[in-house]
């Protein structure tokens, strides 16, 4: 069945840099979108960065100029780059996939800037 194991979460501080990595398993479909979405408690789940299987790309406008999602297929894996870190980027990751129409998501890690 499919997984998506999460890993890169962490503390760091204010405008510093972490970088999200999300590997899928279980599966042989070359087309999906994947990407992340994060929460707060409290909060809804807010949708972060998304990216295609043919490159294309869409950003919260909130994080827009300073996390980059990016992707190797050959690997089914996915990448977000965390730039000029805000403590408002403090929340639980997901990063998810679209397969077939159904979501699946991996197991979540938390990001905290102080």
């Known amino acids: 069945h499919v997984q998506l194991v999460e890993s890169g979460g962490g503390s760091v501080q204010a405008g510093g840099s972490l970088k999200l990595s999300c590997t899928i398993t279980g599966f042989s479909y070359a087309s999906y979108q994947m990407g992340w979405f994060r929460q707060v408690p409290g909060k809804e789940r807010e949708g972060v960065a998304a990216?295609?299987?043919?490159?294309?790309?869409s950003y919260a406008d909130s994080v827009k100029g300073r996390f980059t999602i990016s992707r190797d297929n050959a690997k089914n894996t996915g990448y977000l780059q965390m730039n000029s870190l805000k403590s408002e980027d403090t929340a639980l990751y997901y990063c998810?996939?679209?397969?077939?129409?159904?979501?699946?998501w991996g197991q979540g890690t938390q990001v905290t800037v102080s």
């Open positions: 998810y996939a679209v397969i077939s129409w159904n979501y699946h």
């Open positions: 990216i295609d299987s043919d490159g294309s790309t």
